[in-house]
């Protein structure tokens, strides 16, 4: 490539997206003919709800969707925005406080241009979603992991966080239900987390994308309700893709101090506008029309769950914590590295390169814990149909056994 033709070193430093990288591997295999189980992409196998699907086909044919809407999002979607918040959360918010983002993952990005300096550190807990780092990568930011293992159930202490904090610390995300680990941190540490960020004038960034995805007595701690005063330095993003399983609608939203979202409105102004029309009239059918589907899709999810964390724990080398929330299983897998496994003696050094040989030798995709910043595990999304789960495990269990 000529000096001209290179590309900026901000662009070059950022990791292309792990999960769908592999998602991508495992369709192209698909598409050779290949019959591959894949568990890695954070996708609802559901339709999305036929009252949602209809009322996006009627929002088609009225004339007023087919132009522009304001670009923070249609008023009325920002109103359902703020209702949810009270019904969900406990507590209230102005509907200007909300902007509407194409996918919850535009409104993360959003957040880390608009906070971030260069230089200023984001502590992040890890394992955590691939894009965390690579977002504040973007904005000019230092990623600053803070990583506790299967051995902590994947959930770091206050202790930790505060080692991790420095003069130039300007942010912390939660990511609660979390992916990859699908774990749930209790009230009282989110609460101390709160009051921590308060104390020492830190944003918290709440990314709430899996809440009503939640099993057995666990249930998602929202800092808002817990620690009021800290909403003058909370940003909330969710959005309709898990919950709703509208993943490809790409609806997501923020929820943060009038400032902040004046200035997300002004950047996505610049950006891409408004979230397409007919979509906010899905995500607005949406939040609007109960939950009665999405509590069946969460119990097929909680038979899911059970099904794969039995069947890695009972695999020699694997361990794997019980997940309270989303749809993702996260094995420690390094019982299963640096030695011969599998019917060709195979010997891996990563869980990247066990990713691989496994995506090789018997079809089966997850994604490496490299990605997540936990090296010696494997994330595996539940949320495929019950025959594929069964059948995965099925071909993953004989192969260690082998």
């Given at each position: 490539m000529?000096?001209?033709?290179?590309?900026?070193?901000?662009?070059?430093?950022v990791?292309?997206?792990?999960?769908?990288?592999?998602?991508?591997?495992?369709?192209?295999?698909?598409?050779q003919?290949?019959?591959?189980?894949?568990?890695?992409?954070?996708?609802?196998?559901?339709?999305?709800?036929?009252?949602?699907?209809?009322?996006?086909?009627?929002?088609?044919?009225?004339?007023?969707?087919?132009?522009?809407?304001?670009?923070?999002?249609?008023?009325?979607?920002?109103?359902?925005?703020?209702?949810?918040?009270?019904?969900?959360?406990?507590?209230?918010?102005?509907?200007?406080?909300?902007?509407?983002t194409?996918?919850?993952?535009?409104a993360?990005?959003?957040?880390?241009?608009?906070?971030?300096?260069?230089?200023?550190?984001?502590?992040?807990?890890?394992?955590?979603?691939?894009?965390?780092?690579?977002?504040?990568?973007?904005?000019?930011?230092?990623?600053?992991?803070?990583?506790?293992?299967?051995?902590?159930?994947?959930?770091?202490?206050?202790?930790?966080?505060?080692?991790?904090r420095?003069?130039?610390?300007?942010?912390?995300?939660?990511?609660?239900?979390?992916?990859?680990?699908?774990?749930v941190?209790?009230?009282d540490?989110?609460?101390?987390?709160?009051?921590w960020?308060?104390?020492?004038?830190?944003w918290?960034?709440?990314?709430?994308?899996?809440?009503?995805?939640?099993?057995?007595?666990a249930?998602?701690?929202?800092?808002?309700?817990?620690?009021?005063?800290?909403?003058?330095?909370?940003?909330?993003?969710?959005?309709?893709?898990?919950?709703?399983?509208?993943?490809?609608?790409?609806?997501?939203?923020?929820?943060?101090?009038?400032?902040?979202a004046?200035?997300?409105?002004?950047?996505?102004?610049?950006?891409?506008?408004?979230?397409?029309?007919?979509?906010?009239?899905?995500?607005?059918?949406?939040?609007?029309?109960?939950?009665?589907?999405?509590?069946?899709?969460?119990?097929a999810?909680?038979?899911?769950?059970?099904?794969?964390?039995?069947?890695?724990?009972?695999?020699?080398?694997?361990?794997?914590?019980?997940?309270?929330?989303?749809?993702?299983?996260?094995?420690?897998?390094?019982?299963?590295?640096?030695?011969?496994?599998?019917?060709?003696d195979?010997?891996?050094?990563?869980?990247?390169?066990?990713?691989e040989?496994?995506?090789?030798?018997?079809q089966?995709?997850?994604?490496?814990?490299?990605a997540?910043?936990?090296?010696?595990?494997?994330?595996?999304?539940?949320?495929?149909?019950?025959?594929?789960?069964?059948?995965?495990?099925?071909?993953?269990?004989?192969?260690?056994?082998?």
């Amino acid at each position: 490539m000529a000096q001209w033709q290179t590309l900026s070193r901000r662009i070059d430093a950022v990791a292309p997206s792990a999960t769908l990288a592999v998602d991508s591997k495992a369709k192209a295999m698909k598409a050779q003919g290949m019959n591959v189980i894949s568990f890695g992409a954070g996708e609802p196998n559901f339709p999305t709800p036929d009252h949602i699907v209809q009322a996006a086909a009627r929002a088609c044919l009225d004339p007023s969707n087919h132009r522009y809407t304001p670009t923070a999002g249609l008023p009325q979607l920002k109103q359902a925005i703020a209702d949810k918040t009270l019904r969900d959360s406990g507590y209230q918010i102005d509907p200007d406080q909300a902007v509407v983002t194409n996918g919850g993952k535009q409104a993360v990005y959003e957040t880390f241009q608009i906070l971030l300096n260069p230089g200023d550190e984001v502590i992040i807990p890890a394992p955590y979603w691939t894009s965390y780092p690579q977002m504040v990568l973007l904005a000019g930011g230092r990623p600053v992991p803070v990583l506790s293992g299967a051995d902590q159930g994947y959930i770091p202490s206050l202790e930790q966080l505060e080692a991790a904090r420095t003069e130039r610390t300007r942010a912390i995300i939660l990511n609660v239900p979390a992916n990859p680990t699908g774990t749930v941190w209790d009230d009282d540490l989110v609460a101390a987390v709160g009051r921590w960020a308060v104390e020492h004038q830190i944003w918290v960034i709440s990314d709430e994308i899996y809440e009503h995805l939640t099993y057995q007595e666990a249930h998602t701690p929202y800092p808002g309700a817990l620690v009021p005063q800290v909403r003058d330095q909370l940003i909330v993003v969710n959005g309709v893709a898990k919950t709703y399983a509208m993943t490809g609608w790409r609806v997501g939203w923020l929820i943060a101090p009038l400032p902040v979202a004046k200035a997300a409105a002004k950047l996505q102004g610049h950006m891409t506008s408004n979230v397409a029309n007919v979509s906010q009239q899905a995500a607005l059918a949406a939040l609007t029309g109960g939950l009665e589907d999405v509590e069946a899709m969460r119990s097929a999810f909680a038979l899911r769950r059970r099904a794969i964390v039995d069947a890695l724990n009972a695999m020699q080398g694997v361990t794997c914590p019980e997940p309270l929330g989303a749809f993702y299983a996260f094995a420690d897998v390094t019982g299963l590295l640096n030695q011969p496994v599998g019917p060709q003696d195979t010997v891996c050094a990563t869980s990247g390169e066990l990713a691989e040989v496994i995506l090789e030798q018997i079809q089966v995709a997850a994604v490496p814990g490299e990605a997540f910043g936990a090296p010696g595990c494997l994330r595996f999304s539940y949320a495929l149909a019950d025959d594929d789960l069964a059948e995965g495990m099925r071909r993953l269990g004989d192969w260690i056994s082998a």
